[in-house]
T-cell receptor, first 111, second 115 residues
């Protein structure tokens, strides 16, 4: 069994300040973990993925995430938020072909 | 290159009607997936195809839902006798493999509204 808990349903940041989106996972096996972003009325876009290589994963648009097995966490960060980062973010776990999605975190960026 | 495409982008139908949703995967991708995104349930897995076969249909909500894939390419999700609770965004994804680490590439979705 696998599942994901996104600890914040909504995060609001000022432009230029850091962003932190928290994710905890549960998996019976060594999982693959992903972060996807969904802009309004758009499909899901892959930001980054972890597949048991380096624990610090760099993605697109300045995002990165760190896999911490001892904490079963896979938090997403960005040093400086941009207005275009306003979107919904999904943490995803997978042991096989089936993706299990978190409930999502909506990010608002204030000018 | 071309990504995953879905049609129609929006569909409004009356309760009791049948609807067909289409997905064109990325060329060469052998795996194809359908998910549903709704306000109450979040993102849910429906079905996946490896080639033209569907090894896992466990996510289909009822026997009113069916899907097929032909030629290892285009897939159609059919909902018969639609109900209001079927209103959701239906997302299709494709991938080059089916391992847990394989990336799934998503289309823009079909927004279905059942009146």
């Amino acid at each position: 069994a696998q599942s994901v808990t996104q600890l914040d349903s909504h995060v609001s940041v000022s432009e230029g300040t850091p962003v932190l989106l928290r994710c905890n996972y549960s998996s019976s096996y060594s999982p693959s973990l992903f972060w996807y972003v969904q802009h309004p009325n758009k499909g899901l876009q892959l930001l980054l993925k972890y597949t048991s290589a380096a624990t610090l994963v760099k993605g697109i648009n300045g995002f990165e995430a760190e896999f911490k097995k001892s904490e079963t966490s896979f938090h997403l960060t960005k040093p400086s938020a941009h207005m275009s980062d306003a979107a919904e973010y999904f943490c995803v776990v997978s042991n096989d072909y089936k993706l299990s999605f978190g409930a999502g975190t909506t990010v608002t960026v204030r000018a | 290159g071309a990504g995953v495409s879905q049609s129609p982008s929006n569909k409004v139908t009356e309760k009791g009607k049948d609807v067909e949703l289409r997905c064109d995967p990325i060329s060469g991708h052998t795996a194809l997936y359908w998910y549903r995104q709704s306000l109450g349930q979040g993102l849910e897995f429906l079905i996946y195809f490896q080639g033209n076969s569907a090894p896992d249909k466990s996510g289909l909500p009822s026997d009113r839902f069916s899907a097929e894939r032909t030629g290892g390419s285009v897939s159609t999700l059919t909902i018969q006798r639609t109900q209001q609770e079927d209103s959701a965004v239906y997302l299709c994804a494709s991938g080059a493999g089916t391992s847990g680490s394989a990336t799934q590439y998503f289309g823009p979705g079909t927004r279905l509204l059942v009146l």
